[in-house]
């Protein structure tokens, strides 16, 4: 069972038995969550900021949502990492970092 719960964002929280994510859209909401297969409804927009906290997630998971990503498409690494007010592109460098 994994459990995710955005950072300051006590009442932004999932759990989910194969991996889960936490986002709270900075800085008035919305939250969301969901399971891991779940993961490709959430859309980013480039100033978008987030708290987020993804558990268990598969690099191919994370491959799908992000096309920088594509080249991980059959990876099985389970990758899990907690940020606050994170842009795109700091949660983009901080997935490559935990998948390389």
């Given at each position: 069972?994994?459990?995710?719960?955005?950072?300051?964002?006590?009442?932004?929280?999932?759990?989910?038995?194969?991996?889960?994510?936490?986002?709270?859209?900075?800085?008035?909401?919305?939250?969301?969550?969901?399971?891991?297969?779940?993961?490709?409804?959430?859309?980013?927009k480039?100033?978008?900021?987030?708290?987020?906290?993804?558990?268990?997630?598969?690099?191919?998971?994370?491959g799908?949502?992000?096309?920088?990503?594509?080249?991980?498409?059959?990876?099985?690494?389970?990758?899990?990492?907690?940020?606050?007010?994170?842009?795109?592109?700091?949660?983009?460098?901080?997935?490559?970092?935990?998948?390389?």
């Amino acid at each position: 069972m994994s459990t995710c719960t955005a950072p300051d964002h006590p009442d932004c929280t999932i759990d989910c038995d194969n991996g889960c994510y936490a986002v709270y859209w900075e800085p008035d909401g919305p939250c969301d969550t969901g399971c891991s297969d779940q993961l490709k409804k959430l859309k980013f927009k480039t100033d978008s900021r987030i708290s987020i906290c993804l558990r268990d997630i598969s690099a191919s998971t994370l491959g799908s949502l992000f096309e920088e990503l594509s080249n991980v498409s059959s990876s099985d690494k389970k990758i899990s990492l907690t940020m606050k007010n994170a842009s795109r592109s700091e949660l983009l460098d901080r997935v490559r970092k935990a998948i390389s």
